[in-house]
């Protein structure tokens, strides 16, 4: 059993630690971990990108190397609670509000209304949203934003869910809080800043209405069972994750994320991603500036 000795973080830059490098045979067993618990696959060349990842939580713990820290890990003492910390340190949560603005103007322009009028006839009157990769929640509070600025005015019986997730579990524990920098709003129009933030210094926090229109939790997109308990949704988006898994994980991803639709739900992903050799499912669809893929 490992002892663990955290140095508080604070302290790290006045403390000369010892090199330690990750080793080809390391770097293989630690890419096959996390790729057979997250779908997430690190190519040869990200080698360096995986080692300063990792080294963050070794230097934390007080550890002598990436082997170490790997028993560390696996050791189930351990591994509950050390394997959310894991996935904190691989992942990168780059993300600010209305990004990919195309794809918010076609949910308001084509996407919600055309979902509507086919509610309407199944006497339904609730839209579902699912931001699958929402990071510290940006992409779910602007789609809280346009929805109730542009969408509910025109249709006051439409109630909406929105539900944002993320493999890591401090961007969620942020996107709770909902305080962000200057930075997180650098594409907001001051019309939104003033209407629904709260200015506090160099933050600003989201106002209780649109916080209220939103609900946060862990989920592993990797996970089929986990994935299985999300299911009829109406818009999924899913940006900028599918570059971080090879073709076997895109597959078993994007399938996942075609049965938690409904008929005639929409998938947004990342503008540098597509499903061309992925799934053959969706339908591709064309809008102003950007493309949806749509489940019939």
């Not at 490098?21 to 067993?29: A, E, I, P, V």
């Not at 994980?249 to 075609?258: D, G, P």
């Amino acid at each position: 059993m490992f002892q663990q000795t955290a140095v508080p973080v604070g302290l790290l830059s006045n403390i000369s630690l010892p090199k330690i490098t990750l080793s080809d045979k390391s770097f293989s067993m630690w890419r096959k971990f996390i790729f057979d618990n997250t779908g997430i696959y690190f190519q040869n060349n990200k080698k360096y990108l995986l080692e300063s990842r990792l080294l963050r939580r070794v230097n934390y713990l007080g550890l002598s190397s990436f082997e170490e820290y790997f028993n560390y890990v696996i050791d189930t003492t351990n591994f509950s609670k050390e394997i959310s910390h894991l996935y904190d340190a691989i992942t990168i949560n780059e993300t600010f509000f209305f990004r990919n603005q195309p794809q918010f103007d076609s949910l308001v322009t084509t996407i919600i209304p055309e979902l509507i009028q086919n509610k309407i006839t199944q006497g339904i009157t609730k839209i579902r949203i699912w931001s699958a990769a929402s990071s510290s929640g940006e992409e779910a509070y602007t789609a809280a934003m346009i929805i109730s600025e542009l969408v509910k005015p025109k249709f006051p019986n439409f109630s909406f869910e929105i539900i944002g997730t993320d493999i890591n579990k401090a961007v969620i524990e942020a996107a709770k809080k909902a305080v962000y920098r200057e930075y997180s709003l650098h594409q907001t129009s001051p019309y939104y800043i003033k209407k629904y933030f709260n200015r506090n210094g160099n933050f600003y926090e989201l106002k209780p209405e649109v916080r209220s229109m939103v609900s946060f939790k862990t989920l592993n997109l990797y996970d089929t069972f986990a994935v299985k308990q999300m299911n009829n949704f109406d818009i999924i988006f899913c940006a900028n994750v599918l570059i971080y898994f090879n073709a076997e994980s895109k597959a078993r991803v994007v399938s996942n994320l075609y049965d938690s639709l409904n008929r005639n739900g929409y998938l947004f992903i990342g503008y540098s991603e597509t499903l061309n050799g992925v799934s053959k499912a969706f339908k591709l669809v064309s809008f102003p500036k950007t493309i949806g893929y749509k489940k019939e």
